[in-house]
């Protein structure tokens, strides 16, 4: 059973607050990534880190920022957030060589309105 | 780069019936192939894997063989049930892509009792 985890699994927020979405994994897994989930169901890489200190921007362009300062937990904010911002976000992690396989956690569904 | 191509859904089955989803990926290295499923509200879980050409991934009925020289790893089922239903996604992890993962757009899969 996946070990990682992401709260709030829903929010409802108004225009121009900021935000953060936790995502916390026991694996000790170096990778972790954010992915942005539209209705039809594709992926989108927003943010991605090798490791602590380490963050790079993914395929899909975001207002989105993130950190990881330790190996377990890596939150992403919004600074000001807006509609355009409603969507699914999933977190995932994998570890390295010959288990390279993603473990995700249950998402947080953000409306912004 | 690297890329997962999976065909289009909804896939719409009566139950029992012969299930194949179609991906075909390209990769530039020697990638490990997975298959994920994400039930409604949740996040992605594992289903199967293969790390090397001619493996067969199997799972809860499903099963896939890494074909190098098709470039494929379809999936397939052979007698499918209502609790299938659920969107499934393809991916790969290239060790020459520092093993991010890549993901197929997804395909719906629905099966009527």
């Known amino acids: 059973e996946a070990d990682i985890y992401q709260t709030p699994r829903y929010l409802v927020i108004g225009t121009g607050k900021k935000i953060t979405l936790e995502c916390s994994q026991t694996m000790g897994h170096d990778k972790m990534y954010w992915y942005q989930q539209d209705p039809g169901m594709e992926l989108h890489l927003i943010h991605y880190s090798y490791g602590v200190n380490s963050t790079e921007k993914g395929d899909l362009s975001s207002e989105s920022t993130v950190s990881r300062i330790r190996t377990e937990h890596f939150p992403l904010t919004l600074e000001s957030a807006r509609p355009s911002h409603t969507s699914q976000y999933l977190c995932?992690?994998?570890?390295?060589?010959?288990?390279?396989?993603?473990?995700f956690g249950q998402g947080t569904r953000l409306t912004v309105v | 780069g690297n890329s997962v191509t999976q065909m289009e859904g909804p896939v719409t089955l009566s139950e029992e019936a012969f299930l194949t989803i179609n991906c075909t990926y390209t990769?530039?290295?020697?990638?490990?192939l997975f298959w994920y499923v994400q039930y409604p509200g949740e996040g992605l879980q594992l289903l199967l894997k293969a790390t090397k050409a001619d493996d067969k991934g199997s799972n809860k009925g499903f099963e896939a063989t890494y074909r190098k020289e098709t470039t494929s790893f379809h999936l397939e089922k052979g007698s499918v049930q209502v609790s299938d239903s659920a969107v499934y996604f393809c991916?790969?992890?290239?060790?020459?892509?520092?093993?991010?993962?890549?993901f197929g757009r997804g395909t719906s899969l629905i099966v009527h009792p």
């Open positions: 990769a530039t290295g020697y990638p490990s």
């Open positions: 995932a992690s994998s570890g390295s060589l010959g288990n390279t396989e993603a473990f």
């Open positions: 991916a790969l992890s290239d060790p020459r892509g520092s093993y991010i993962p890549t």
